[in-house]
């Protein structure tokens, strides 16, 4: 397992890592309402920040990627055949090496990704009643010192 700076050639494989996540593990999110984020990630994923990082298996493959914006951690995305292997944990340590202190929001109601962060060390700091987009997905805002 190795990390290292996402390529922007690699853009379409990001996208693929999310949509395969998001429908993995966000089941509260209606599929059409997934369609409709599909042009803002790939904008997300092609702008020139957050600074991106992958974790790949020892073949190069990528198996998650991770967007910053300074100590933030805008995404977190692993495929669902990579879940609950130490690839999501080693690239949190990975921003924390970087960073240190981390903010990161979750979905409220993806209890998983909320049980890996805590595991992780990180503590809830607030709430919002919508995402980043007004969607009505509340978040949780979560701070690791």
Same mark, same amino acid.
């Given at each position: 397992?190795?990390?290292?700076?996402?390529?922007? %050639?690699?853009?379409?494989?990001?996208?693929?890592?999310?949509?395969?996540?998001?429908?993995?593990?966000?089941?509260?999110?209606?599929?059409?309402?997934?369609?409709?984020?599909?042009?803002?990630?790939?904008?997300?994923?092609?702008?020139? @920040?957050?600074?991106? $990082?992958?974790?790949?298996?020892?073949? *190069?493959?990528?198996? !998650?990627?991770?967007?910053?914006?300074?100590?933030?951690? @805008?995404?977190?995305?692993?495929?669902?055949?990579?879940?609950?292997? *130490? $690839? !999501?944990?080693? =690239?949190?340590? &990975?921003?924390?090496? =970087?960073?240190?202190? =981390?903010? %990161?929001? %979750?979905?409220?109601?993806?209890?998983?990704?909320?049980?890996?962060?805590?595991?992780? *060390?990180?503590?809830?700091?607030?709430?919002?009643?919508?995402?980043?987009?007004?969607?009505?997905?509340? =978040?949780? &805002?979560?701070?690791?010192?």
């Amino acid at each position: 397992m190795f990390i290292r700076r996402s390529l922007p %050639v690699e853009r379409n494989i990001l996208l693929d890592v999310w949509l395969r996540s998001v429908r993995a593990t966000h089941s509260f999110v209606p599929e059409e309402d997934v369609e409709l984020m599909i042009p803002q990630v790939q904008s997300y994923l092609a702008s020139s @920040e957050p600074e991106f $990082w992958v974790v790949c298996d020892d073949s *190069g493959t990528i198996r !998650g990627f991770m967007g910053m914006a300074g100590n933030k951690m @805008e995404s977190l995305f692993l495929a669902p055949d990579s879940l609950r292997r *130490g $690839w !999501g944990r080693r =690239l949190v340590q &990975h921003a924390q090496e =970087l960073y240190g202190e =981390l903010m %990161v929001d %979750v979905n409220e109601q993806n209890q998983a990704a909320r049980a890996f962060y805590e595991a992780c *060390g990180f503590v809830v700091e607030g709430r919002s009643d919508l995402d980043d987009e007004g969607r009505p997905y509340p =978040l949780l &805002h979560l701070r690791l010192a």
